[in-house]
């Protein structure tokens, strides 16, 4: 069968969105502080460009890499949009599956559902050289089995994903699994092993957080639409204020990070200290606030931004909230020891 775009976007839709990389409008240049998340893609990415030429004499070989990836930390800090960004710029078809579309009341559906997906997506992997499926919202289809809240459904549809990686690897097909989730923890441990690259997203720290309200600012600008001078000084008065501290104590602790920095800070009132656990899409939503009062007045004044800010809040505190209730931590879990800057390309023993 020949694969459209028009026959994917039709055969696909029930599970989720298709983006071909013309639908695509995020930039990884828009994305600001996780360099080393977009280098580890970077290299990701241009290597599935010649992934189905290889695949077939490595799979003559007995040796086929595992292409799928994992992205977890808090919402809002890149890890969808990333991916797409990514995906335009090397030209690789996705589509963003959704959870909902496909867990089922009814006893079957949901394993139905999920084998459906990946085979359609095999099939146009195979015809178009390759293909992404971005599964947001991971835990809600592979969480862990020994929770004794989950149905069988859901356990079975764990074991039924395990098992459909599997074959994908074994038999080299160009699809590349990503998975996305904001609960780590809630993953069944057989599946967060199956994934080959673990990439952590954490909250900004306070250089790049200014760095995220200049460019928003300056998109403004381009609008046009003034932005009140004052806005960019204190940005930076308050940036080297907060930088000379934490040089200060860094003296006395030599392993401590701007993060755990800002954390030991009192509340003040700069926009670099109210934004401490805000992360990109916040600060977005907030200038989207400040914008209608910018549109009235003509002029984005400090005070109407600083109001938007407070007004919307940072995920963080919400995060926080939700991990008291769960019991589940805020920071890069310290049990899966992996980190932004590292990625694992070793498997360990599977089990199902």
Request: glycine share 2%; aromatic share 10%.
């Given at each position: 069968?020949?694969?459209?775009?028009?026959?994917?976007?039709?055969?696909?839709?029930?599970?989720g969105t298709v983006y071909f990389p013309k639908d695509i409008r995020d930039k990884d240049e828009d994305?600001?502080?996780?360099?080393?998340?977009?280098?580890?893609?970077?290299?990701?990415?241009?290597?599935?460009?010649?992934?189905?030429?290889?695949?077939?004499?490595?799979?003559?070989?007995r040796i086929t890499p595992s292409i799928t990836v994992l992205l977890y930390g808090p919402p809002g800090t890149g890890k969808t949009s990333l991916t797409r960004a990514l995906a335009k710029k090397y030209d690789v078809p996705m589509c963003i599956v959704d959870a909902d579309k496909l867990v089922s009341p009814l006893l079957g559906d949901t394993l139905k559902n999920m084998r459906n997906v990946f085979e359609l997506a095999a099939e146009i992997a195979k015809e178009n050289r390759v293909f992404l499926l971005f599964f947001d919202e991971l835990d809600a289809i592979a969480s862990e089995r020994s929770n004794v809240h989950?149905?069988?459904?859901?356990?079975?549809?764990?074991?039924?994903f395990l098992q459909i990686i599997d074959r994908i690897d074994y038999e080299g097909i160009p699809l590349a699994i990503f998975g996305a989730t904001n609960h780590q923890n809630q993953l069944d441990s057989a599946v967060w092993r199956r994934f080959t690259y673990h990439i952590w997203f954490g909250f900004p720290n306070?250089?790049?957080?200014?760095?995220?309200?200049?460019?928003?600012?300056?998109?403004?600008?381009?609008?046009?639409?003034?932005?009140?001078?004052?806005?960019?000084?204190?940005?930076?008065?308050?940036?080297?204020?907060?930088?000379?501290?934490f040089e200060e104590m860094k003296k006395k602790s030599r392993n401590l990070t701007l993060l755990d920095f800002e954390d030991k800070q009192k509340s003040e009132t700069g926009l670099l200290s109210i934004t401490r656990g805000y992360t990109g899409a916040d600060i977005e939503r907030a200038i989207r606030v400040s914008l209608l009062k910018a549109i009235q007045k003509?002029?984005?004044?400090?005070?109407?931004?600083?109001?938007?800010?407070q007004f919307v809040g940072g995920t963080r505190s919400h995060v926080e909230q939700q991990s008291k209730l769960s019991g589940e931590g805020t920071e890069n879990p310290s049990a899966k020891k992996m980190t932004s800057s590292t990625a694992s390309t070793s498997k360990k023993p599977r089990e199902i």
């Open positions: 069968m020949v694969f459209t775009e028009a026959e994917i976007r039709k055969r696909m839709q029930k599970y994305l600001i502080g996780i360099e080393r998340n977009k280098e580890i893609l970077e290299d990701f990415f241009s290597s599935l460009e010649k992934y189905k030429e290889y695949a077939i004499k490595l799979q003559e070989v989950e149905v069988g459904e859901i356990k079975r549809g764990v074991i039924s306070l250089s790049v957080r200014k760095e995220i309200i200049i460019k928003f600012l300056h998109r403004l600008e381009k609008a046009p639409i003034e932005v009140e001078s004052s806005i960019y000084r204190r940005l930076e008065n308050e940036e080297k204020q907060l930088l000379i501290k003509e002029i984005l004044e400090y005070q109407d931004l600083i109001y938007a800010m």
